[in-house]
């Protein structure tokens, strides 16, 4: 095994990549294709759909380029696991293929406000316990409500992005536990779909018989398809190994479960996670999601629009920094986290509520993101820098209610995804969180948090814990500087006031 190697495919929100970790979690291979933009998406619609068919290619052309341009060969692959976004939905038929466009965690279209009423018992119960408007919410963002009804009481299946990519790598029909998040009727504490007589089924439009085969993280689905093994050059039956969701992965590579340790996801979509052997919601009726351990549960709080906010800021108002960041051979982003540095903490008095996208639960139906406190000495990179504090301090915000839901104190924060890339921002975080910030040595976090599965299902580790033992290392660590600390105290103080002030206008909106 020491010459065997484990390929997790990770198809995420801006691009698809093929990663090659060796039994040590060491980076061996990458390959990197960019996602077009979803269907309308780039029309500024609240769309953001894509074909199945070309999800599954990008698959077959990540792999393809990996093969091509590394060293690595076929015959030292053990094992092959995926992880994908969550959230994202679509109907398929009894062998795999979609029968409707993937509808990307992104997509924000909502179904009508008539919806087929529930039972007058369901509703009476829902109104008293004030939850009414929140479950008509709800309902509305489920895209099996949104859709013609016919054509999802037609469809024999409704699963997520990972059980349409794992039913055609292996022609076998099955989704794995712990990428389970989403508008399904799946019971997040007991880790299954709901019982047969559960509101969920009437609520979200759909029927158990719909739903696909669960399997815990680490079990085998299926042998490597015939089909997907000729295009790719991969062998026929190559184990694929079920792992989760991006976050998922990510947050138990980071260290999800181990004791004072919270983790923190900088990607499109922004985290902050405990990982719970007690299942614990951060808010009342919001789930905790599955772990990749079985035996754990991820307590969360979200933004939709995390660093998201940073790339369409960037797309809206930063022709002149693309431009200058071209001519020194700099990506925007790296170009502009430089120039914020000089930007004094607090951003000399701009706030910005990060709450672009709505929440069932948190931040709620009537969220507006706001920026507020504008003055003539004010530029764009304030505004740039105020958008990253505002994420970091809704961040800490959650982490406090999920300290204080848990009874954990965390003692230490790891950071993953993109925003975890830059040493600006983790400095950023280590003061407005005022505890110390690590990044993982590897900064494909969700790859190794999947390759990590693929470890224990090939014999190579006995359990997940001595995977992420053997296969994690932290790299550099942030210390909190004092006097940004209690600079932060005070803006943190003036943003935790801002949406509470600003909810009841969203609300009239």
């Not at 484990?6 to 093929?18: E, P």
């Not at 269907?39 to 792999?63: F, I, K, M, N, P």
Request: aromatic residues 8%; glycine residues 10%; charged residues 20%.
């Amino acid at each position: 095994m020491d010459n065997q190697y484990f390929l997790a495919l990770d198809y995420g929100t801006q691009s698809t990549r093929a990663l090659v970790f060796d039994p040590k979690g060491n980076l061996i291979a990458k390959a990197q294709l960019a996602n077009a933009n979803c269907r309308e998406e780039q029309q500024g619609t609240a769309a953001a759909s894509q074909s199945g068919d070309y999800c599954v290619a990008q698959l077959t052309a990540v792999v393809q380029k990996l093969l091509a341009e590394s060293s690595v060969r076929p015959g030292q692959i053990a094992a092959l696991s995926l992880t994908c976004q969550r959230a994202c939905l679509v109907l398929m038929d009894e062998s795999g293929h979609a029968r409707s466009d993937v509808f990307m965690w992104s997509d924000r279209r909502l179904a009508a406000e008539q919806l087929m009423p529930l039972p007058w018992y369901q509703r009476l119960g829902f109104g008293l316990l004030g939850l009414g408007k929140r479950i008509h919410y709800l309902r509305r963002c489920a895209k099996t409500n949104w859709l013609d009804r016919h054509k999802v009481a037609e469809a024999p299946k409704i699963g997520l992005l990972s059980g349409l990519l794992l039913s055609r790598l292996t022609d076998k029909l099955g989704d794995g536990v712990a990428y389970q998040v989403g508008y399904l009727p799946f019971d997040y504490r007991r880790r299954r779909f709901a019982n047969a007589g559960n509101w969920r089924w009437r609520a979200l439009n759909c029927r158990p018989q719909q739903m696909l085969p669960l399997a815990e993280a680490t079990t085998v689905h299926g042998g490597l398809s015939a089909g997907f093994a000729s295009l790719t050059g991969l062998p026929v039956g190559l184990p694929v190994v079920l792992a989760g969701a991006d976050k998922a992965c990510e947050a138990y590579a980071a260290g999800a479960g181990d004791p004072g340790l919270a983790c923190v996801s900088l990607g499109s979509a922004a985290t902050v996670t405990l990982g719970l052997e007690r299942y614990t919601e951060a808010y009342r009726y919001a789930p905790a999601f599955p772990s990749l351990d079985s035996k754990q549960f991820l307590s969360e709080v979200q933004l939709e629009r995390g660093f998201w906010l940073l790339s369409w800021l960037i797309r809206e108002f930063g022709a002149e920094d693309c431009q200058g960041a071209k001519a020194l051979g700099l990506s925007p982003e790296e170009y502009i986290l430089r120039r914020i540095d000089a930007v004094t903490p607090g951003t000399d008095g701009l706030l910005l509520s990060p709450t672009w996208a709505q929440g069932v639960i948190f931040p709620g139906p009537e969220a507006r993101g706001a920026i507020v406190g504008w003055r003539p000495e004010h530029g764009r990179f304030h505004l740039y820098r105020a958008a990253i504090e505002g994420v970091l301090l809704t961040l800490a915000r959650g982490l406090e209610r999920l300290r204080k839901v848990s009874g954990t104190v965390p003692s230490l924060i790891r950071v993953t995804g993109g925003g975890s890339q830059s040493d600006v921002v983790l400095q950023m975080a280590a003061d407005i969180f005022n505890l110390p910030v690590e990044r993982l040595s590897v900064s494909e976090a969700s790859g190794l948090g999947a390759a990590m599965c693929a470890a224990v299902a090939m014999g190579q580790y006995e359990s997940l814990a001595e995977a992420r033992l053997g296969m994690a290392k932290s790299a550099q660590r942030f210390e909190p500087d004092p006097r940004r600390v209690a600079c932060y105290r005070v803006v943190a103080r003036q943003h935790a006031r801002l949406y509470p002030r600003l909810k009841p206008l969203f609300q009239t909106m």
